[in-house]
């Protein structure tokens, strides 16, 4: 059967993969090495004439299984699942980079991708030029002969900021650079990135695909829309066509890093893609509520969430995320909100009863966090500052509890500050 819906491929993949024992749920192939009939069948095996796996750091069945899912699901052309989501990040980026080139990213990034890219990446020889991607100007302005690619997120954390992927994507187009943008917040449920003029997309699998939390996972997806003869850093493949960027990946980029994710975890995210649109479905309508609720609140100072109307990105998330189902806007399940104080946020944090005091997003349960004193410690108080990551904001992430039960928790927390 041909275009099936998001929830339907979600839970078939792409029907590929049959065991041998016709096993409805697919098993984890814990095995490291496959055999051969006879050397020539390796031979073929190893000169990609025929597929087949050989060894687990490189290919496995139980890990295909959820690549395939996942590209079908990001409408892409491949995908390479890895150890986390920085293993995607890193995997990719370092795939697309030489030594002397530069990277454009957004000034608002996860902490640990803001560090790998403005300090690790630095020892490559990679400089990054740190912009607000919404400028047009500040984009024009840090590209350069050298500039090879532009990243981003849909929705950075803890701001709540939206990318704006109209200019974005123009911009990465009239200059040849491969838009790469972490999805993880909105996966494909809410974002389309290739509508969007997105070249790759990277994941952590860890929040919403894995499905509660159960394991670190991540992924890198080619949507096949960029013409790989035009990174240089791809050179020895440009012969290999569409699959350049994936086969220096899985060839040597991926295998050599040795960054794969095991098959258990594979496993496990592959039954939690299954249920992604309900979890992402009500972890999204609890959040518009409580963001709704919060802005009320005369002892929350202000509250960053793109789903509210008066949100200044609230136009550009409803132009761009969508429930790909019923095509009703709902802007992710992560809010960010300031109290009076440092003392306020912490005593709020406190007390909460039922939401956990946790650093990770979009699992099935709420969790709270106060991310100027953990996420981003290690970075300098003007940093923060520019970041917008003040001593006053505290971080939820909204699981899929009944909305009223975590209202009670918040109001009862809130009315002791
Ligand atoms: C968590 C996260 C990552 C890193 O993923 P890990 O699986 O923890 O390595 C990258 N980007 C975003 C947006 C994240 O939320």
Redesign the pocket.
């Given at each position: 059967m041909e275009n099936l819906q998001f929830e339907t491929k979600a839970l078939h993949g792409r029907g590929l993969q049959k065991d041998i024992h016709n096993s409805i749920r697919f098993p984890v192939y814990a095995g490291v090495a496959f055999g051969f009939e006879s050397a020539q069948d390796m031979e073929d095996a190893f000169l990609h004439r025929k597929p087949s796996h050989a060894y687990s750091r490189i290919t496995n069945p139980s890990v295909e299984l959820f690549e395939q899912t996942l590209t079908q699901l990001e409408n892409g052309f491949g995908s390479i699942a890895l150890s986390?989501?920085?293993?995607a990040?890193t995997n990719a980026l370092l795939a697309l980079l030489n030594k002397g080139d530069n990277i454009i990213a957004s000034k608002y990034l996860?902490g640990?991708?803001l560090s790998l890219i403005k300090e690790t990446f630095k020892g490559f020889g990679i400089q990054s030029r740190l912009v607000d991607v919404n400028n047009e100007t500040q984009l024009e302005n840090a590209i350069d002969e050298r500039s090879r690619v532009v990243f981003c997120?849909t929705i950075t954390?803890p701001q709540m900021n939206v990318s704006d992927f109209s200019l974005i994507s123009k911009i990465a187009q009239k200059h040849n650079l491969v838009l790469v943008v972490?999805n993880?917040?909105t996966t494909p449920y809410l974002f389309n990135a290739k509508e969007h003029g997105v070249n790759v997309v990277v994941h952590?699998?860890?929040?919403y695909i894995s499905g509660g939390a159960t394991s670190?996972?991540?992924v890198i997806i080619d949507l096949g829309n960029y013409d790989w003869t035009q990174n240089p850093a791809l050179k020895k493949y440009h012969n290999h066509g569409q699959f350049a960027f994936l086969g220096r990946l899985r060839k040597e980029v991926y295998r050599n890093f040795g960054s794969c994710m095991s098959p258990q975890t594979a496993y496990l995210q592959t039954l939690g893609l299954e249920t992604l649109s309900l979890r992402i479905s009500k972890s999204c309508d609890n959040a518009l509520f409580i963001a709704q609720c919060l802005e009320k609140n005369p002892k929350i100072n202000s509250v960053n969430y793109p789903g509210l109307e008066s949100s200044g990105f609230y136009h550009l998330a409803k132009t761009q995320f969508n429930n790909v189902s019923s095509k009703k806007f709902a802007s992710g399940g992560v809010i960010s909100f300031e109290l009076e104080s440092r003392d306020a946020a912490f005593n709020f944090i406190n007390r909460l009863c039922l939401i956990k005091r946790a650093t990770n997003?979009n699992d099935n349960k709420s969790l709270i966090i106060h991310p100027a004193s953990t996420i981003f410690s290690d970075f300098t108080s003007t940093d923060k500052e520019e970041m917008g990551v003040t001593d006053k904001l505290v971080r939820l992430s909204v699981g899929i509890e009944d909305v009223k039960d975590l209202m009670d928790d918040i109001n009862q927390a809130i009315s002791k500050v």
């Open positions: 986390s989501g920085m293993a990040i996860f640990n991708t997120e954390n972490d993880t917040v952590s699998t860890t929040k670190v996972g991540g997003i």
